[in-house]
C-alpha cells in the first residue's frame, strides 16, 4: 500500500470517527464544542452547528477514504482503525474536562 494512501485512510478515519459525537449532540438538540465556538473547542455550540461539523467532516471523510483507494489497493484496517483510534482518544481526554474550568 502507498505511504499516501496509507496517511489518507488514517485521516479519513479520523474524520469519520469525529462525526458520531457531532452528529449525536446535534440531533439531541445538546450543544457540544465545535471550532466553532467560542473559545474554540471548549464553548459550545448549537445543535445545528454540530449537524453542519458531523456533515463536513463526512465530506472530508469520505473524500480522504476515495484518495486513500481503501476499496481497490492493499488493507487499510490498520490505518483506518489508527485514526479511529487516536481521534477517539484524544478528544476522550480533551472533553473529559469540558465541565471541570
Avoid: Q
Wanted: charged share 10%; with cysteine.
Amino acid at each position: 500500500m502507498n505511504p499516501y494512501h496509507s496517511i489518507a485512510s488514517f485521516f479519513s478515519g479520523c474524520f469519520l470517527a469525529n462525526v458520531v459525537p457531532h452528529f449525536v449532540h446535534g440531533i439531541s438538540g445538546d450543544p457540544f464544542p465545535t471550532p466553532f465556538a467560542k473559545p474554540p473547542g471548549k464553548g459550545l455550540s448549537s445543535p445545528t452547528v454540530n449537524i453542519l461539523w458531523a456533515l463536513a467532516n463526512i465530506v472530508v471523510g469520505y473524500i480522504l477514504f476515495r484518495v486513500g483507494e481503501v476499496a481497490t489497493e492493499g488493507d487499510p484496517t490498520l490505518a483506518i482503525f489508527s485514526g479511529i483510534a487516536t481521534i477517539g482518544i484524544l478528544s476522550s481526554i480533551n472533553f473529559s474536562k469540558k465541565h471541570t474550568r
